[in-house]
């Protein structure tokens, strides 16, 4: 069983920064993908970031570009800087067991393993 536990929300003003975690279980630390997605009520779920098993390769959402670092050791991070109203949402931390087109792993439908989210609220 995979599981992955997110951490790190919470209520912030613009311009502050925050950092998200992921515990992933042992299995999970095998995938080769992790990624962070973020969903506001009412809309699809929207890629952030993601990363390669080997933390050689990253990606990130135009929106975060600049002021968004994803990694991983035994965790996954997900560290968002600048932040905006616009980066209010449940985030979530995801896992798929393959790898597949870049373009893939940018869609929430194609990861295997979800965490339950964490609540990120960004006002002043």
């Known amino acids: 069983q995979v599981h992955l536990v997110e951490s790190g929300g919470g209520l912030v003003q613009p311009g502050d920064s925050l950092r998200l975690s992921c515990e992933p279980s042992e299995r999970a630390l095998s995938t080769a993908v992790m990624a962070w997605f973020r969903q506001v009520v009412g809309q699809e779920r929207e890629f952030v970031a993601r990363i390669l098993f080997n933390a050689a390769t990253t990606d990130y959402a135009d929106s975060v570009k600049g002021r968004c670092t994803i990694s991983r050791d035994n965790t996954l991070y997900l560290q968002l800087d600048n932040m905006k109203p616009e980066d209010t949402a449940v985030y979530y931390c995801?896992?798929?067991?393959?790898?597949?087109?870049?373009?893939?792993?940018?869609?929430?439908?194609?990861?295997?393993?979800w965490g339950q989210g964490t609540r990120v609220t960004v006002s002043s």
């Open positions: 995801a896992a798929r067991r393959a790898l597949t087109s870049s373009e893939a792993m940018r869609v929430a439908g194609s990861y295997d393993y």
